[in-house]
Nanobody, 123 residues
Framework: QVQPVESGGGLVQAGGSLRLSCLAS????????MGWYRQAPGKQRELVAG???????NYADSVKGRFTISRDNAKNTVYLQMNSLKPEDTAVYYC?????????????????WGQGTQVTVSS
């Protein structure tokens, strides 16, 4: 099993910054892609940013120029640097990991979600 664990959320004033981290631990053979999603109250979960194995990235239009996703392959960790935060960025942020895992003699691809970390931006 693989368990992504997020950290770094909290309360910040508008215009401030936060850095989220997500460590994926377990029987990982390789990680194809990692990403950050968020879900605000009453809204659907949406993609914030993603990074693939070749370090190509994609961002939601609402965070382009403010957020930066990066990864440390040696540590199976993905980061989300969030600058110029706005009240509308308030949400629970979830880490998603798309990877190849080993279980006994089986090797297979699977997708995992973290438990989420709360980000609250006050105006």
């Amino acid at each position: 099993q693989v368990q992504p664990v997020e950290s770094g959320g909290g309360l910040v004033q508008a215009g401030g910054s936060l850095r989220l981290s997500c460590l994926a631990s377990g029987s990982i053979v390789s990680i194809k892609a990692m990403g950050w999603y968020r879900q605000a109250p009453g809204k659907q979960r949406e993609l914030v940013a993603g990074i693939a194995s070749g370090d190509s990235t994609n961002y939601a239009d609402s965070v382009k120029g403010r957020f930066t996703i990066s990864r440390d392959n040696a540590k199976n960790t993905v980061y989300l640097q969030m600058n110029s935060l706005k009240p509308e960025d308030t949400a629970v942020y979830y880490c998603n990991v798309d990877c190849t895992v080993v279980a006994g003699t089986s090797v297979y691809d699977k997708n995992y979600w973290g438990q989420g970390t709360q980000v609250t931006v006050s105006s």
